[in-house]
């Protein structure tokens, strides 16, 4: 898969795990956030977005995101 510079915009995530939910399945074959190779943390009504070390910056997660708290740039570009 390509790599991508995946930017996160953490006011502008809800919660809804849908990144974590296409993550699992993709390379876990699972719906199981736990999982994930991004994760969600929930700090009273905000969110927090990290990556695991074993993200490859594919990009899948930045799909999913339907709020725009995620999103990819071509590794390199703007």
Known sequence: MSKYRILTDDAKCTGCLRCQLACSQAYQK????????????????????RFTEECVACGLCADNCLYGALEKSAEGGA
């Not at 719906?31 to 977005?49: E, K, M, Q, T, Y």
């Open 30 to 49: 699972s719906f199981n956030p736990s999982a994930a190779r991004v994760r969600v943390d929930f700090l009273g009504v905000d969110c927090a977005i």
